[in-house]
């Protein structure tokens, strides 16, 4: 055989090919349905993992408090500084109306029950809520107490880590200001 019809064989080949793959296999209206779908079953799925668990077992997340600065403390009943602290975020939340700011305390108790438990003895008035499967990464720390603020939309205006003194006036002062931004 000469070069010529050889060429002409392959280039013909090569063409045949091309169709049927483009025949068979490549479909692009398909592959975007498909790809829609899978995107679709991951917002479901996210929509599904909840960022907290309420203390009748609501799932939430941070979005409900949109409109709201929000205050969160991650907090354990075997913790000596959460406990020293408590009746400090306790005079604060008693110093603003729930319509302004949100109280999130995050329980990292092993049993949900001790958290809930020792806040009903000590008669705090603090909701408490456990970490859902999608507990945002920011507010995962290595030291409890913790604390963050998040303005009326959501972004972080102040971290604490450790203990402090919530019933400051400067901090309550602070707390004013951000909530009439």
Not at 29 to 50: F, G, I, L, P, Y
Not at 85 to 114: C, G, H, R, Y
Request: glycine share 4%.
């Amino acid at each position: 055989m000469n070069t010529k019809k050889i060429f002409t064989i392959a280039i013909l080949a090569i063409s045949i090919i091309g169709m049927v793959y483009l025949l068979v296999f490549d479909k692009p209206a398909d592959k975007v349905e498909a790809r829609t779908e899978v995107v679709e079953a991951k917002h479901r799925e996210q929509q599904n993992k909840s960022e907290l668990i309420n203390a009748e077992g609501e799932r939430l997340n941070f979005a409900d408090f949109k409109g709201k600065v929000v205050f969160i403390n991650n907090w354990a009943s075997w913790c000596p500084p959460c406990i020293a602290e408590m009746p400090t975020i306790e005079k604060l939340k008693n110093e603003f109306s729930e319509k302004d700011l949100a109280f999130v305390m995050v329980s990292f108790d092993q049993d949900p029950k001790k958290g809930l438990n020792w806040m009903r003895k000590k008669e705090f008035d603090l909701p408490v809520y456990f970490p859902g499967q999608n507990y945002p990464q920011q507010y995962l720390t290595d030291v409890i107490p913790a604390s963050f603020i998040l303005d009326k939309e959501g972004k972080l205006l102040h971290t604490q880590m450790g203990m402090a003194d919530y019933s400051n006036p400067d901090f309550i002062r602070q707390m004013k200001a951000w909530i009439n931004q």
